[in-house]
């Protein structure tokens, strides 16, 4: 099963999912809109460790909800209670299968999982 975090506004998103559709049968594939149904502290905790990034690195610095922490020091408990309440924070598309995840910037990246 491959999941990804997708958001059908993003061209990147968009993009990655085609890519994955052409790989892998439609079944195969969870599709979850985080902006709709966005993921708890523990499921991005899990996605952090599948990246195996820190939250930082997983924050879209240049949205505009994050403008007044840009010169803050956080800890990785404050960054990623930040993307539990404004999940649209989170860098897109993810994808995740098994225990291994992939940022789909470029969308091609995805096929590694393949």
Do not use: Q
């Not at 993921?39 to 909800?65: G, M, W």
């Amino acid at each position: 099963m491959y999941t990804i975090y997708h958001n059908p506004r993003c061209s990147k998103s968009r993009t990655t999912l085609e890519l994955l559709k052409g790989k892998v049968s439609d079944s195969d594939i969870k599709i979850v809109e985080y902006l709709k149904d966005s993921p708890s502290e523990s499921e991005i905790k899990e996605i952090l460790a599948k990246l195996n990034f820190s939250a930082i690195e997983l924050i879209r610095v240049k949205e505009a909800d994050f403008t007044e922490f840009k010169n803050k020091t956080l800890t990785e408990d404050e960054y990623i209670n930040l993307m539990v309440k404004y999940p649209k924070l989170i860098e897109r598309p993810i994808v995740i299968h098994g225990d291994k995840a992939i940022i789909g910037r470029p969308p091609e990246k995805v096929l590694t999982l393949v």
